[in-house]
């Protein structure tokens, strides 16, 4: 492989940033610490699925990175998205350009001038139907009776149509905007056979494809020798009320249900981390974090490594899929989901975000988020599952979690048009 004249450009503001993004031809991630907008395509990786991907997938990154390097010799970098089976095809890439900057932080001013228009007039077909999901909880209670399965994450999807072509720079704006605290992401995928399985008019389009989304979750950053991990698991839906609000956060903080499904999720995660380590620091007690729509239990996980090889990827498909986006044991609730939810997940619970040719990278939970092609827009919420769960409680979690893109996208009318059922 001829060497890749790559660059880097330094960029003063994160805001320059995201007023540079373009659907279709760039890679955006916005973090609490640092922005990333990368563009262009310099080399793609070529790895097929299979049961091996995993393990092998960390080796092909390593092997292209060091084949190519920015102009001036600066490590390059890959950008892209791990879907949630870790058998299936990674969207990984060497952009043509990488520009950094810190923090972003967008003023309310920006919020006028990227609001969606004609948003009112849509389309809403919810998969599956709201009552067919509670019956799919139902049977995942079922068999934690049996007592061979601890959690199972269960999804679901909201399609929706729109009378013009999202724009996906202003909800990538407002997505920001709202989630401050967040990881704000945008990812451009390859045209494929998944669009054809939810777009209603089943066309072959020649629209960008967009994965795109504010998650709260950290996955694994890896800096030098240091990692750090940040599981999520438990949430209550955020209230106007300020005092409502505030119970809910403490009622959430002594569940004793969402403490469960938290310390399953932690337990994992250290196992999964233990052996890369010389040292991991687990709190023993979890804390609260916020968005704009949900509480969420955390704990911060930090370790050192003693590994200096073990990159950022390898890291993070060593975690993945966690129990906070799958459930435990994990075979058997893969099979759950399998047969639950009559959709591909494709990306969504899986990851997105960057290694370079150190090592060092950062990677997110593929959550709150939706696929972007022209006027639809297939939106993905998912809710865990674990002894004493109700399913009307499930399907309101999965609700409250949509309001994520759903304000985003100026769409909360409470009487859409529905497609296909109830909502």
């Known amino acids: 492989m001829d060497m890749v004249n790559l660059e880097t450009v330094p960029a003063a503001w994160a805001s320059e940033l995201i007023d540079m993004y373009e659907a279709g031809s760039s890679f955006f991630l916005a973090s609490p610490q640092r922005t990333l907008l990368a563009k262009g395509e310099a080399a793609r990786l ?7 991907r ?39 890439i060497v952009p043509q350009t990488a520009r950094w900057a810190g923090k972003l932080q967008l003023n309310s001013e920006a919020a006028d001038r990227h609001r969606q228009p004609d948003a009112e007039d849509y389309k809403l077909r919810p998969v599956p139907e709201p009552e067919v999901y509670e019956q799919s909880v139902s049977r995942a209670l079922a068999r ?20 013009v072509k999202v724009d996906v720079n202003r909800l ?46 950290l996955l694994v950053t ?36 969402d403490r469960h499904e938290h310390a399953v999720v932690i337990e994992a995660v250290a196992d999964a981390l233990r052996p890369y380590c010389s040292r991991l620091d687990v709190p023993r007690e979890p804390s609260l974090v916020q968005t704009s729509t949900m509480w969420h239990l955390s704990t911060v996980v930090t370790g050192e490594l003693a590994d200096p090889w073990a990159s950022s990827l390898e890291l993070a498909l060593a975690l993945h899929p966690t129990p906070a986006i799958c459930g435990t044991p994990t075979d058997l609730a893969q099979e759950t989901i399998r047969e639950s939810e009559p959709f591909d997940r ?46 009307q409680a499930e399907l309101a ?15 909360n009318q409470p009487q859409p048009a529905v497609v296909g059922g109830d909502q």
């Not at 070529?46 to 091996?52: H, I, K, N, T, W």
């Not at 934690?144 to 009378?163: E, Q, S």
């Not at 890896?222 to 999520?232: C, E, F, Q, S, V």
């Open 397 to 411: 979690e999965t609700s409250a979690k949509f309001r994520t893109l759903l304000q985003a996208m100026g769409l």
């Open 54 to 92: 995993p393990k092998s997938l960390p080796q092909h990154v390593a092997e292209l990175l060091a084949r190519t390097q920015f102009a001036g010799g600066a490590p390059s970098v890959v950008v892209g998205a791990i879907p949630f089976d870790p058998a299936k095809p990674a969207e990984l």
């Open 172 to 217: 990538l704006h407002n997505l920001a905007r709202h989630n401050p605290h967040g990881y704000t992401f945008a990812v451009n995928l390859a045209p494929g056979e998944a669009r054809a399985a939810w777009r209603p008019d089943k066309s072959n389009g020649q629209e960008p494809r967009t994965l795109i989304g504010a998650s709260p979750e």
């Open 346 to 391: 494709g990306f969504f619970t899986g990851a997105v975000g960057w290694c370079d040719a150190s090592g060092d990278g950062e990677w997110v939970v593929t959550i709150r988020c939706a696929e972007v092609e022209g006027r639809e827009l297939r939106l993905f919420a998912g809710a865990g599952i674990v002894e004493g769960s109700s399913p």
């Open 46 to 52: 070529s790895v097929q699925g299979g049961a091996d």
């Open 222 to 257: 890896r800096t030098g020798g240091r990692l750090k991990a940040n599981p999520l698991a438990g949430s209550a839906p955020r209230s106007s009320d300020p005092v409502e609000d505030r119970r809910r956060a403490e009622a959430l903080l002594a569940s004793a249900k």
């Open 144 to 163: 934690f009776r049996k007592g061979d399965l601890r959690k199972v994450v269960l999804g679901r999807t909201l399609h929706l149509t729109l009378p």
